[in-house]
Antibody
Framework: EVQLLESGGGLVQPGGSLRLSCAAS????????MSWVRQAPGKGLEWVSF????????SYADSVKGRFTISRDNSKNTLYLQMNSLTAEDTAVYYC???????????WGQGTLVTVSS | DIQMTQSPSSLSASVGDRVTITCRAS??????LAWYQQKPGKVPKLLIY???TLQSGVPSRFSGSGSGTDFTLTISSLQPEDVATYYC?????????FGPGTKVDIK
């Protein structure tokens, strides 16, 4: 069974940084791309970032480009999202999702809440 | 960037009704379109990919169609457990934009 478990969320001040993690199990992690998707309170889904299975290919939404960095450690079956220069607009539940051919998100974690506030 | 729109933004229908949700891309995306269901307080779930391929385990009352810029998600007979917000998503190239969502509830 595919399991994705996010961690690292919490309260951070504007301008601060946070690193999210997503521990994966139940599948061959390195064979799949992975994505981060966020959802602000009461709002819709926003795709944030994607990384290929090897980690070589990455892409970002314009709203986070230059501030967020996606990475992965295939030896630890873990996906990361380093978030810098956070603003209130980054407040959201962040989901990691397994991503396969055609960039379809077929399995999602439970999400971790990031709150940016002073 | 390609923009995704959905209509209606919300709808209310009776149990057993046929429900159709439309998704439109601002440019052609061939069949690189996925649909997700998010029930209240729950995690999104993949329903359909490649515009019309039903994900394993999804009830057959759900179906998708379309190509290019116009796509539809159809629930052939609405059930109480289908109360949710439905999102389309382009899946051909980054950014993998979601539509704004369509909220479905029971009349």
């Amino acid at each position: 069974e595919v399991q994705l478990l996010e961690s690292g969320g919490g309260l951070v001040q504007p301008g601060g940084s946070l690193r999210l993690s997503c521990a994966a199990s139940g599948f061959t992690f390195s064979s799949y791309g992975m994505s981060w998707v966020r959802q602000a309170p009461g709002k819709g889904l926003e795709w944030v970032s994607f990384i290929s299975g090897s980690g070589v290919g990455t892409s970002y939404a314009d709203s986070v480009k230059g501030r967020f960095t996606i990475s992965r450690d295939n030896s630890k079956n873990t996906l990361y999202l380093q978030m810098n220069s956070l603003t209130a607009e980054d407040t959201a539940v962040y989901y990691c999702a397994r991503t396969y051919s055609g960039y379809v998100l077929d399995s999602w974690g439970q999400g971790t809440l990031v709150t940016v506030s002073s | 960037d390609i923009q995704m729109t959905q209509s209606p933004s919300s709808l209310s229908a009776s149990v057993g009704d046929r429900v159709t949700i439309t998704c439109r891309a601002s440019q052609g995306i061939t069949n690189y379109l996925a649909w997700y269901q998010q029930k209240p307080g729950k995690v999104p779930k993949l329903l359909i990919y490649a515009a019309s391929t039903l994900q394993s385990g999804v009830p057959s009352r759900f179906s998708g169609s379309g190509s290019g810029t116009d796509f539809t998600l159809t629930i052939s007979s609405l059930q109480p457990e289908d109360v949710a917000t439905y999102y389309c998503q382009r899946s051909n190239s980054a950014p993998f934009t979601f539509g704004p969502g369509t909220k479905v509830d029971i009349k």
